[in-house]
Nanobody, 122 residues
């Protein structure tokens, strides 16, 4: 499966952005989908994951209550709604597909998108 993330940009602290990740291929619904982010000089970190059906989600503590992950299997797309953004949310955001699990570990993911830059100014 090929993934393409988009929707990033520059926003002031307290603002919102909605990221989208479009997947190619007919098997999107067999993958759990995750969002990760990487700030300059830091390791890639888990943000959120959603199960194949969309019935289960999990979030990093740092974004819980502010970010919402969702998916539309009919459109082969996963979303990340980001509200109450903070400067520490700045980074490149990646979507990824996990065929066998529902993981917070980047090592478990099989396919990655190219990333979209999110910059939150103070």
């Amino acid at each position: 499966v090929q993934l393409q993330a988009f929707g990033g940009g520059l926003v002031q602290a307290g603002g919102s952005l909605r990221l989208s990740c479009a997947a190619s291929g007919p098997t999107f619904s067999v993958y759990a989908m995750g969002w990760f982010r990487q700030a300059p000089g830091r390791e890639r970190e888990f943000v959120a994951v959603i199960s194949r059906s969309g019935g289960s989600t999990s979030y990093a503590d740092s974004v819980k209550g502010r970010f919402t992950i969702s998916r539309d299997n009919a459109k082969n797309t996963v979303y990340l709604q980001m509200d109450s953004l903070k400067p520490e949310d700045t980074g490149v955001y990646y979507c990824a597909a996990d065929q066998f699990g529902f993981s917070r570990s980047a090592k478990k993911y099989d396919y990655w998108g190219q990333g979209t830059q999110v910059t939150v100014s103070s």
